[in-house]
């Protein structure tokens, strides 16, 4: 920073003189900074509307899939014993289910090891068989080492039986315990359960699986269990404790008591009513700002504030200012404007659906008839419903429908009004100003005003240079003068 000191000799306020032709010259360089502002502000509130679509954007999904509109809801009179989840084609009505076996994994206990158990006793090559999904057999092999503890004998079988069993030792009854990791029967050839212990080839270590799990030893199996149960009087049985039929998935929890288990699915309609609401709901909230942006007011003689401004204003004062100076800054926007009108119009216009509707109003969803509203939609709960509930497939085509469903000219009209907006303004995590209209004109802008501000630099030099060379006249000129004057009185 450079230090100046004016006036010594002419006795004038030289830095308040420069100070105040400085903000002269600056004035130009503030009016770049309000545009700067302005343009800032105009580029968030489009992406502000952007974002809004975006949200509206991932709402449509859900519209597109046949489940929005006819779900269904299953309930059981038996909740702790049979629960059920119905898709969108499982048919209303009643089911009975009744539980008489669960399906569980099998399961194989050691003997006790005892606190003289050591594993390296059983160096050496260990193998024990699994089923895969068809019953045949795989085999999984282990092999002892005198480094081994008995934990990372256990991560060994585990990491070797390609998921199918779990090991771990039990220190409260000191037992391995090795099971399967899923349920139900896939040895159907011998019936000799799901995990078989192999005997070693090598005689001279005893086997590790054999000596501490075979029934014969003191080790005890559990066995392996489908699950069985009824479906409407017909015996079905199942490796899950879960069943899908009909649309309709069963999750066995229990055995059934008494009587079967009564299943009912019938339609949700308010599931479906909750969906197309919120999406209505999101585009009246996208409309209503799209709407405002072109009627507000706007406030000429309310500029955006300079920071020395601000310095002599409260923040409510700042709050306010800069609400009137926003107010209106994308009226007239035709990116806007257009994209309003191409939403509205996708929505409004008849579908060819080969279905009963052909438009919302036929379903209880029309347009406001208050012009101020800009086009935002009313819903009609008992129309919806009673369309949801008596016609599902019809509305589903409705919105759907293959090249002309509502649900797909919307989606079309919103990708082109997020296209004419990310033009002018880019995304939210849009950094480059060259890939943006608003952004080339900030960029301008900030070329120019950095050159303004290293010409002023050069101004408030000259300046400077100016008065001092007037002090140094005025300094000349008084020294002649006491020189003058000395001679006149000498």
Same mark, same amino acid.
């Given at each position: 920073?450079?230090?100046?000191?004016?006036?010594?000799?002419?006795?004038?306020?030289?830095?308040?003189?420069?100070?105040?032709?400085?903000? !002269?010259?600056?004035?130009?360089?503030?009016?770049?900074?309000?545009?700067?502002?302005?343009?800032?502000?105009?580029?968030?509130?489009?992406?502000?509307?952007?974002?809004?679509?975006?949200?509206?954007? /991932?709402?449509?999904?859900?519209?597109?899939?046949?489940?929005?509109?006819?779900?269904?809801?299953?309930?059981?009179?038996?909740?702790?014993?049979?629960?059920?989840?119905?898709? &969108?084609?499982?048919?209303?009505?009643?089911?009975?289910?009744?539980? =008489? *076996?669960?399906?569980?994994?099998?399961?194989? $206990?050691?003997?006790?090891?005892?606190?003289?158990?050591?594993?390296?006793?059983?160096?050496?090559?260990?193998?024990?068989?699994?089923?895969?999904? /068809?019953?045949?057999?795989?085999?999984?092999?282990? +092999?002892?080492?005198?480094?081994?503890?008995? *934990?990372?004998?256990?991560?060994?079988? /585990?990491?070797?039986?390609?998921?199918?069993?779990?090991?771990?030792?039990?220190?409260?009854?000191?037992?391995?315990?090795?099971?399967?990791?899923?349920?139900?029967?896939?040895?159907?050839?011998?019936?000799?359960?799901?995990?078989?212990?192999?005997?070693?080839?090598?005689?001279?270590?005893?086997?590790?699986?054999?000596?501490?799990?075979?029934?014969?030893?003191?080790?005890?199996?559990?066995?392996?269990?489908?699950? $069985?149960?009824?479906?409407?009087?017909?015996?079905?049985?199942?490796?899950?404790?879960?069943?899908?039929?009909?649309?309709?998935?069963?999750?066995?929890?229990?055995?059934?008591?008494?009587?079967?288990?009564?299943?009912?699915?019938?339609?949700?309609?308010? =599931? &479906?009513?909750?969906?197309?609401?919120?999406?209505?709901?999101?585009?009246?909230?996208?409309?209503?700002?799209?709407?405002?942006?072109?009627?507000?007011?706007?406030?000429?003689?309310?500029?955006?504030?300079?920071?020395? +401004?601000?310095?002599?204003?409260?923040?409510? *004062?700042? +709050?306010?200012?800069?609400?009137?100076?926003? &107010?209106?800054?994308?009226?007239?926007?035709?990116?806007?404007?257009?994209?309003?009108?191409?939403?509205?119009?996708?929505?409004? =216009?008849? $579908?060819?659906?080969?279905?009963?509707?052909?438009?919302?109003?036929?379903?209880?969803?029309?347009?406001?008839?208050?012009?101020?509203?800009?086009?935002?939609?009313?819903?009609?709960?008992?129309?919806?419903?009673?369309?949801?509930?008596?016609?599902?497939?019809?509305?589903?085509?409705?919105?759907?429908?293959?090249?002309?469903?509502?649900?797909?000219?919307?989606?079309?009209?919103?990708? %082109?009004?997020?296209?004419?907006?990310?033009? @002018?303004?880019?995304?939210?995590?849009?950094?480059?100003?060259? =890939?943006?209209?608003?952004?080339?004109?900030?960029?301008?802008?900030?070329?120019?005003?950095?050159?303004?501000?290293?010409?002023?630099?050069?101004? %408030?030099?000259?300046?400077?240079? @100016?008065?001092?060379?007037?002090?140094? !006249?005025?300094?000349?000129?008084?020294? *002649?003068?006491?020189?003058?004057? &000395?001679?006149?009185?000498?």
């Amino acid at each position: 920073m450079v230090m100046r000191v004016g006036g010594i000799v002419s006795g004038m306020d030289i830095e308040a003189m420069v100070n105040k032709l400085m903000e !002269a010259e600056r004035m130009p360089l503030q009016r770049l900074k309000q545009e700067e502002t302005r343009l800032t502000w105009k580029r968030d509130a489009f992406r502000e509307i952007n974002s809004l679509l975006l949200q509206l954007d /991932n709402m449509v999904l859900d519209l597109k899939l046949s489940r929005t509109y006819n779900p269904k809801i299953a309930s059981s009179s038996q909740e702790r014993a049979v629960r059920a989840t119905a898709s &969108s084609t499982a048919t209303n009505g009643s089911y009975e289910i009744a539980v =008489s *076996q669960l399906a569980r994994n099998e399961m194989r $206990v050691s003997k006790e090891l005892g606190e003289d158990f050591d594993i390296t006793n059983y160096q050496g090559t260990h193998t024990f068989n699994t089923y895969d999904e /068809n019953g045949n057999i795989e085999t999984h092999t282990i +092999e002892i080492t005198e480094n081994d503890t008995l *934990q990372t004998v256990l991560q060994k079988i /585990n990491t070797n039986s390609g998921g199918r069993v779990r090991a771990f030792y039990d220190e409260n009854i000191d037992k391995v315990i090795l099971e399967t990791t899923r349920t139900g029967i896939y040895n159907t050839n011998d019936g000799n359960g799901e995990i078989i212990l192999v005997e070693s080839e090598n005689s001279d270590t005893p086997n590790f699986f054999i000596d501490l799990f075979d029934t014969n030893n003191g080790g005890e199996r559990i066995e392996a269990k489908d699950a $069985v149960f009824t479906y409407n009087g017909l015996q079905l049985s199942s490796r899950d404790n879960s069943y899908s039929i009909n649309g309709i998935t069963f999750e066995f929890l229990d055995i059934t008591e008494g009587s079967a288990a009564r299943v009912t699915v019938s339609s949700d309609v308010d =599931s &479906s009513f909750e969906k197309i609401k919120n999406f209505v709901d999101k585009y009246n909230e996208v409309i209503e700002k799209m709407n405002k942006s072109q009627t507000e007011q706007r406030y000429r003689d309310y500029h955006p504030l300079s920071e020395e +401004e601000k310095a002599e204003m409260t923040e409510k *004062q700042i +709050e306010l200012w800069e609400e009137k100076a926003k &107010s209106g800054i994308l009226r007239g926007e035709s990116a806007i404007r257009d994209s309003m009108y191409a939403l509205r119009r996708s929505l409004q =216009s008849a $579908v060819n659906s080969g279905g009963k509707y052909s438009l919302l109003s036929e379903i209880g969803i029309e347009t406001s008839k208050n012009y101020l509203d800009g086009g935002k939609l009313e819903i009609n709960e008992e129309k919806l419903k009673a369309a949801l509930r008596d016609n599902p497939e019809d509305v589903y085509k409705l919105f759907t429908a293959e090249g002309d469903g509502l649900i797909h000219r919307f989606e079309s009209a919103l990708d %082109e009004a997020r296209g004419r907006i990310e033009r @002018q303004a880019g995304r939210e995590t849009t950094v480059a100003l060259d =890939s943006y209209s608003i952004g080339r004109r900030l960029k301008e802008l900030n070329d120019r005003i950095s050159s303004f501000e290293k010409r002023m630099v050069q101004v %408030e030099q000259r300046y400077w240079a @100016q008065f001092t060379q007037m002090e140094k !006249a005025i300094a000349r000129l008084n020294e *002649q003068s006491n020189m003058l004057f &000395s001679q006149f009185m000498g």
